[in-house]
């Protein structure tokens, strides 16, 4: 079965500071794509970094990268220097069967992430 | 400006009464779906379409229908709504490219009583 498992309900990190969310997932697919995105209070859902499961290198976005470890099937986010912009609930999400009839996105519960000043 | 538009944001609705949330894409993009939120839960897909006449079920279909007459257009509709599907709903759209994002719309909050 396919699961994304974020096991980190919450966490806090001080303003500045780098903080690292953990995503482990699970597939017997080969070909799969690992996804971040974030929801802010206000709800909407913005996309940050993806990582395919057979690039070589981890996936950076500008504060934004993706510590991709596949013999560990894990996919953790680390967001460098944070700022108070960044509390926000964090979702991992994996698609797999890229040649298969669903290609849908299968989510984590999400981590709740508080930045403090 | 490329944008998934989900209409109504906010809806309160009495058990029974057929309701339909809209949503529309202007990318393009072949493949849409459906996503409710719960806390705890994540999201889950309901419904998605590869394509225009094109639909299959997600993972919690029951009680939803869709359709997509239009490539651009892909509502979703509760005939007879119960207090189990209040949640937080989503649209999303993209191309079918090998690790194409997803786009969002800004969310459905439906409350059923």
């Known amino acids: 079965a396919q699961k994304i498992t974020q096991t980190q309900p919450g966490m806090f990190v001080q303003e500045k500071e780098a903080v690292t969310l953990d995503c482990t997932y699970d597939?017997?697919?080969?070909?799969?794509?690992l996804f971040w995105y974030k929801q802010p209070s206000s709800g909407e859902m913005i996309f940050l970094i993806y990582q395919g499961s057979y690039d070589q290198q981890n996936a950076t976005e500008g504060r934004y990268s993706l510590n991709f470890q596949k013999a560990r099937k894990s996919a953790n986010l680390v967001i460098s220097a944070s700022q108070l912009g960044d509390s926000a609930m964090y979702f991992c999400a994996m698609r797999a069967s890229y040649g298969g009839a669903t290609n849908k996105l299968i989510f984590g519960t999400g981590t709740l992430l508080a930045v403090q000043p | 400006e490329a944008q998934v538009t989900q209409n109504p944001r906010y809806l309160i609705t009495v058990t029974g009464k057929k309701l339909t949330v809209t949503c529309s894409q202007n990318?393009?993009?072949?493949?849409m779906s459906w996503y409710r939120q719960d806390p705890g839960l994540g999201l889950r897909q309901i419904y998605y379409?590869?394509?225009?006449?094109?639909?299959d079920k997600g993972d919690v279909p029951e009680g939803y229908k869709v359709s997509r007459k239009e490539k651009r257009n892909f509502p979703l509709i509760l005939e007879s709504p119960s207090p189990n599907q209040t949640s937080l709903y989503f649209c999303?759209?993209?191309?079918?490219?090998?690790?194409?994002?997803?786009?969002f719309g800004q969310g459905t909050r439906l409350t059923v009583v």
């Open positions: 379409s590869m394509n225009v006449e094109v639909t």
């Open positions: 999303a759209s993209r191309t079918l490219t090998t690790g194409a994002e997803a786009f």
């Open positions: 990318m393009n993009h072949e493949y």
């Open positions: 597939t017997s697919d080969p070909s799969y794509g």
